[in-house]
C-alpha cells in the first residue's frame, strides 16, 4: 500500500459528523498504523483521531465557527449544544449510577 498523505486523512476526516465519527477514525487508524511513531502523517493522522473522538462526543464540526453564546436569547430552545469545541463528556467521565445526581436530577 502506498503511503498515506495529508489529502487522504483530510479526505476521511473533511466530511465527517458526528454519527460517523467512531468509523472515520477506525479508518484513519488502519492508514497509519504501520507508519513509524515520529512520522509526520502518523502525528498528523493521530491529531485528526483526536478530533474525530470530541466529534464523537458533540452535535456538530463546527470547525469554522464561533460557538453560540449560552447568553443569546433563545439559548434554552437549541437542541444540542456539543460542538466539537466543547463536546459532551466521554462516557468514562460521567458517572450515570443509580445514585448519581444526574440521574435523580432527570427523574
Known amino acids: 500500500m502506498a503511503e498515506p498523505t495529508r489529502d487522504d486523512i483530510d479526505a476521511l476526516v473533511g466530511p465527517a459528523t458526528p454519527h460517523f465519527a467512531y468509523q472515520l477514525r477506525a479508518r484513519v487508524r488502519e492508514l497509519i ?33 464561533a460557538p453560540e453564546p449560552r447568553s443569546r436569547i433563545g439559548w434554552e430552545t437549541i437542541p444540542s449544544s456539543a460542538p466539537v469545541s466543547d463536546p459532551l463528556p466521554s462516557a468514562s467521565r ?6 448519581s445526581p444526574a440521574r435523580t436530577e432527570q427523574a
Open 33 to 65: 498504523e504501520d507508519l513509524p511513531s515520529d512520522h509526520p502523517m502518523r502525528r498528523y493522522g493521530e491529531e485528526k483521531m483526536e478530533l474525530l473522538d470530541r466529534l464523537g462526543h458533540a452535535s456538530s464540526l463546527a470547525a469554522d465557527t
Open 94 to 99: 460521567r458517572n450515570y449510577g443509580r445514585d
